[in-house]
Structure formats: C-alpha cells, structure tokens
C-alpha cells in the first residue's frame, strides 16, 4: 500500500486543483509512513480499495418510506500518495441503498476525474480537471459529484463516473459544491470562484437542468468562498477575509487577511454584480451556511458556522496535517437591515460544531432548526448530533459518547410531515477505536433518543465531507 503506482500517482497528481499546483504531490515510503499526516491517519484514513456488499446488518428498523440511496463524498488519494493536503485527494462517494425496510447494498467508487494537465495550451485553466471530492448533489434527474474549483462530474444511481457535465457547454467556471435549490421555482442557484478576474460568477440552472444565467460578480481580490446562500429574492454573498494571496497559492491554502475589508453582499436574484448591496461585518471566515431568509421586517438573516482569525489558523493547521489543529465554529447569526444599514450579529450556540444542514424544504425561506455535529476537527469531550432552535436557542443532542464521531447529518423529510421537524436525520458515525462505521438513522423529532436504525457498514470509512439522500423516484430508480 505504502508503493506509489504509477498509474494511481500520475492519476493523484493530475487531479489536483489549480491552487494545489505549486504543492507536488510526495511519493510515501516506509519512512516517510512514521510520520504521516494526520488527514491520513485515524479516522481520516484513506481506504485503498472500492467494495461492495449486500444486505446489510441492521440494528432497529427502517423507516418502509426511505426508498433511495444515502451518498457521501469525500478526499481518499490513491494508496501511496500524500498530496501535501487533506482537500486535495481524489474524490471517493460511499453509497446505501435503502429500500423495503432493507439496507440492500453499500458500496464506494473513486469518481474517475480527468487525468490531464491542469492548463490548456493557452494557459488558461481546464476546468474539466480536479478531485470532484466534497459533495454530492442531484438536480434534474441527475447526480453529480462537485469540487469547488472545476466542473461537476455526473454519476450513475450505483456509482459509475459518466463524465464531465458543463451544461451544453454553457457553463464557464468552475460550480460550488454547495449549490442551492429554491423550494418553491424549482431552481438551482451556484457560483464559481477563481484566482483571476471575474473573482465570481453567479449561474441559475432551470428546474429542467438548463443553465439560464451566467452573472460575473465584482470582487476586490480572490477570495476563498466555498459557501453562499438565498433567500426567497436573494442571493446572498460572503466577502470573508480568507484570501488567495500569492502565499496561500505557493501553498495551496487561503491565508487570513487583516487588511480585507469583511462585508456580506445582497444581489436580487434577476440583479448583477452593480445591484448588490454591500454589509461591513464584524472579521470572521465561515466555511458553511445553513441557510438565510428574509423576515417580516424585510430583514435578511443569515445562520452558518463561523469563527475568529485564531480559529483560521487552526484550521490550516488540520488540513495541512498538521498535529493539535483544532478549530472553534459555532453557530452564528448576521442580521442585515436594508432599510437601516445595520448589521446585527450573535452566537447562536456556543458549541463548537460544523456542517450545518437544514430541512431542503425551508431553504430561502424562514427556518427554526439547524442540525450540526461536533466533529474531530474541534475540541469535545463528548461527541454528538445537535439540533438547535434558533427560536428558543434550546439545543438537542444525539450523544455519540468519547469514541464515536459523526459527519454531516442529512435532513431526509417524511411523506406526509406537517412540521419543518418531521422526518430524519442520516449521518455516517466512525469508530475512533475499531476500524467500522454505520450509517445512522435519527428521529429528527427527538433526535436524543435512540437512533430508529443503524445500518452497519462493512468496512471502516474515512472521515469526509459532505453528503445527500437522493430518493428513487428523483433519479428515475425503481
């Protein structure tokens, strides 16, 4: 394992994204194993193979309406590579199929990416190569595999790489991996963002899939924004102080910026880059949004997880590898008034969690609920699942004890539910003393109690990023 091959090495480096270019890829040895970094150790781990099994163990009982499949996405470089940071890995989707009552099948496939050079002949960058690692999103039928700084690439129900997908060969920069569907049009609103001018381009996919509008959006300099929201009319922007100077491309990680003016932008969605209405906020980065609207007074609130510039260093420190990383977000609260100027910020929690998710049902709309996990990346004694209630600031917990740690936990709604609450929530929880994993089945109700089902997985798996519940019925599964 410990061997780089050639095929899997080249294929690693190749893959990498254009900020990981100046930071070559390390063949590993016997050696260079003693002292690994900690994104390829523990519970974040590379697997070095794809498997599949069927029929699943199963603690409890699942629910006869989960009809679909439960994919996760995440970095897992070939065997034998370290490619100098943790988001830099070839992208790996684990997948369970749920159906009758049954777990029918668990299987992982690497998404196979296009293993080309980074740069056109002109110099430009080719947009159809990078990891494809960090999230897994289905609009229209189809399934797609996303990195924030390349095109999708779509897959199939069971997990085969189709290609690239570039809308028709409308779409001319890179896709967020976190894109947002409005509830009520049925549209899905992303951007990309780039080292070079247009820092930002704002695009909007029709229900049916078609790419409709392609917007440039003026920044003063490349920032890293991996995450953006809307509201019912919105789209909302995070000009954070996380930078790409010319230190964070040489190592292929964003730097702090004291001197970046913090500010959060409001566009109408039928508006451009002139119509967006700029925020000063306090100094802060948030990787994540759990959702933002607009209230009775006209006001937009925005929720995510967000911490100080401290927190920025800890968090380069865990995805360069680096030993003691550990980063403080809690779950925070802007509050922008147009008719005043003012902004309006809090803690709405002060645990220290990430990977907000929210009922899909309420985004741009008003929400009460945000669910979150404490993760390895922060300081806990005691893992767990959090619901919070930004209404009443009460927290819920789904205890998983010192030895157990859960990724992003996905709302899946119930058929016939009649409260933003009704349905479940579906999480990956890792063993950090055994080599297993289960995906775990909460009441989202109640979510303290004991899970309603826990699939167990056949075999352990590394800690990644984000995740989706696709029902059959929006793929055209039977």
């Given amino acids: 394992m410990l061997k780089l091959g050639a095929v899997g090495g080249l294929a690693a480096l190749n893959a990498l994204p254009s900020t990981a270019l100046s930071a070559p890829a390390r063949t590993l040895n016997r050696d260079s194993a003693r002292s690994l970094p900690t994104y390829l150790t523990g519970v974040f781990a590379p697997v070095p193979d794809e498997t599949s099994s069927l029929n699943l163990v199963v603690e409890g009982a699942i629910p006869p309406e989960l009809a679909g499949r439960y994919f996760r996405n995440g970095p897992n470089p070939y065997p034998g590579v370290d490619l100098g940071n943790w988001w830099r890995g070839d992208g790996m989707v684990h ?41 897994v999103k289905h609009h229209a039928g189809k399934i797609m595999a996303l990195v924030e700084t390349a095109y999708p690439y779509q897959l199939t129900p069971d997990l085969d790489t189709v290609g690239v997908l ?14 947002r569907v409005h509830p009520g049009t049925g549209e899905m609103h992303f951007f990309g963002y780039a080292q070079q001018p247009p820092y930002a381009t704002y695009h909007r996919l029709s229900p049916a899939g078609e790419l409709v509008r392609s917007v440039p959006i003026d920044l003063p300099e490349a920032i890293m924004m991996h995450d953006f929201a809307i509201t019912d009319n ?44 700029w925020f000063t906020v306090n100094p802060r980065w948030a990787w994540h949004v759990g959702n933002a609207h607009e209230d009775r007074a006209g006001r937009i609130v925005v929720d995510a997880i967000s911490g100080d510039a401290a927190d920025w260093v800890a968090t380069q420190k865990i995805f360069e590898g680096v030993p003691g990383g550990r980063a403080h977000g809690h779950l925070y609260r802007w509050t922008l008034d147009p008719a005043t100027g003012r902004v309006g910020e809090r803690h709405l929690d002060d645990m220290a969690t990430e990977f907000p998710s929210i009922n899909d049902d309420r985004v741009g709309l008003g929400h009460r609920y945000v669910y979150s996990p404490t993760t390895p990346l922060m300081p806990t004694r005691h893992n767990r699942i959090v619901k919070h209630d930004t209404r009443t600031g009460r927290r819920t917990a789904h205890y998983l004890g010192a030895d157990r740690v859960a990724g992003e936990a996905v709302f899946v709604p119930a058929r016939c539910g009649r409260h933003e609450d009704d349905g479940w929530l579906m999480a990956i929880v890792h063993d950090l003393t055994r080599s297993s994993a289960c995906l775990v089945i909460l009441d989202a109700t109640a979510p303290a109690r004991r899970p309603v089902a826990t699939v167990h997985l056949p075999r352990r798996v590394p800690y990644g990023f984000h995740g989706e519940w696709i029902p059959d019925s929006e793929v055209g599964v039977e």
């Fill in 234 to 277: 919105h789209v909302i922007w995070l000009d954070l102080p996380v930078v790409w100077d010319d230190a964070a491309r040489e190592r292929g990680f964003p730097n702090w910026s004291d001197r970046h003016e913090p500010r959060i932008g409001v566009m109408p969605q039928n508006g451009g880059s002139a119509d967006i209405r």
């Fill in 95 to 135: 997948g369970v199929r749920l159906r009758h009552g049954r777990a029918e099948w668990y299987r992982n496939r690497w998404v196979r990416t296009l293993h080309a050079p980074p740069t056109l002949p002109d110099g430009t960058r080719d947009l159809r190569v990078g990891p494809a690692n960090t999230s």
């Fill in 166 to 179: 570039d809308f028709g060969g409308r779409l001319r920069s890179a896709m967020t991996a976190h894109p």
